[in-house]
């Protein structure tokens, strides 16, 4: 398999992952047919739409490859129909949206590279392609974005950037090595919510009480 075909998997793969996990959560909040196939979409297709405009592919695959938008929205149809039989809608989210964010920063980052992006900017677009998805999905459908929350999410999506550039530029992005760094991210991911791993809050301290003012 070639690196662009294998490219073209992945990526139509993160499609339906993504779409699964956006009908999944807009199934969880009770949304009509419409509004589960919306919400699949633009969670499919938000973060590769951003990478395509960025690294200045135009129109953007979502717009040009009818095989994105149809996937997108077939596989969020089918989480519609097929919900009675998806039991614990919130671990299926969890994982679906884990596998996706390891496949889509796999291929925005290897895209950005191809487009000549330099390894520190492309390591930035490969995460945000990862998270962009799940900011939309979790913006429509009324959650805290998991971006903006303690859990490891986009530090996830940027650790497999990194590695992704790192194989890159050792001559080793090849199927199966990428393969292996999607899996990272997806483990890396399950595991941090497993293990409750966070990134560092600021702490809040009440406001001092009682304090004494300029004597007169």
Not at 62 to 86: E, K, M
Request: with cysteine; proline share 5%; glycine share 10%.
């Amino acid at each position: 398999m070639t690196t662009s075909t294998a490219l073209l998997v992945a990526d139509l793969t993160g499609v339906a992952v993504f779409a699964a996990s956006g009908g999944s959560a807009a199934v969880a909040k009770r949304l009509d047919l419409f509004g589960v196939v919306f919400v699949g979409v633009v969670a499919a297709l938000g973060g590769g739409i951003f990478r395509d405009l960025v690294i200045d592919e135009v129109p953007p695959l979502a717009f040009a490859d009818w095989r994105y938008a149809v996937t997108a929205a077939a596989t969020a149809a089918a989480v519609f129909w097929l919900h009675p039989q998806l039991a614990r809608l919130r671990t299926t989210v969890l994982v679906l949206d884990a596998a996706g964010l390891g496949l889509f920063t796999v291929t925005g980052t290897l895209k950005a590279l191809e487009a000549h992006v330099p390894a520190v900017g492309a390591c930035m677009i490969g995460m945000l392609t990862a998270i962009g998805g799940g900011l939309g999905r979790d913006l429509l459908t009324g959650e805290i974005p998991v971006v903006l929350r303690r859990e490891i999410y986009a530090l996830a999506a940027l650790a497999g950037s990194i590695v992704v550039a790192l194989m890159s530029a050792y001559g080793q992005a090849r199927t199966v090595p990428l393969i292996a760094a999607a899996a990272f991210v997806f483990l890396l991911r399950l595991v941090s919510l497993r293990r409750r791993w966070s990134a560092p809050v600021a702490t809040l301290r009440p406001p001092r009480t009682g304090t004494r003012g300029p004597q007169d």
